[in-house]
């Protein structure tokens, strides 16, 4: 199956430009995507209801995990009753291509992708039974940043929290 492209949404936990191990896992690079209530999924959909035909059929498992998931913590208010998905890639595989709007590499230095930013990726779902548990993942493809949006979570700029000091020489020394 090709990768699928998502529609425009808000980079979480973006993970694009190091890969990340938690615990005894191999590492990998991983981002999740928050949609806008008026996104449409529906290709995506339609990829994974394929790919869980192609590994159950029509009886589908009671305990099928989805990567479309719907936020439910309120304490994170950017997740709370919207959509989102997570897409991840093994390190080995190698690090996901990131692209701005015009197509152009961007690298972490550059600071342009970032989390809040607007973005799209490019994804394959998969299906997987491990100990009991079913579900379609998706493996992350690549990512493009669309846009700028309000930064999530972080530290405030310092440029906003201070203002100026006189130097004075003797203070230096």
Request: charged letters at 30%; proline letters at 8%; a negative charge.
């Amino acid at each position: 199956m090709p990768n699928i492209v998502s529609p425009a949404g808000r980079a979480s936990y973006p993970n694009v430009f190091e890969p990340r191990a938690y615990g005894d896992q191999e590492p990998e690079f991983g981002i999740n995507v928050i949609f806008d209530d008026d996104a449409d999924l529906s290709e995506l959909e339609a990829a994974i209801n394929e790919v869980a035909a192609s590994k159950w059929g029509k009886k589908l498992p009671s305990n099928l995990q989805t990567p479309i998931r719907v936020g439910d913590d309120e304490s994170k208010p950017e997740y709370f009753g919207k959509r989102f998905i997570s897409a991840k890639r093994k390190a080995k595989r190698g690090k996901p291509g990131v692209v701005d709007e015009r197509r152009q590499l961007l690298t972490q230095e550059s600071g342009l992708f970032y989390p809040g930013a607007v973005c799209r990726i490019s994804c394959r779902p998969f299906a997987w039974s491990y100990m009991g548990k079913n579900g379609i993942s998706l493996a992350l493809g690549n990512v493009q940043r669309v846009g700028d949006g309000e930064r999530f979570g972080g530290s405030d700029d310092p440029s906003d929290e201070f203002s100026d000091v006189p130097v004075v020489a003797e203070d230096l020394y």
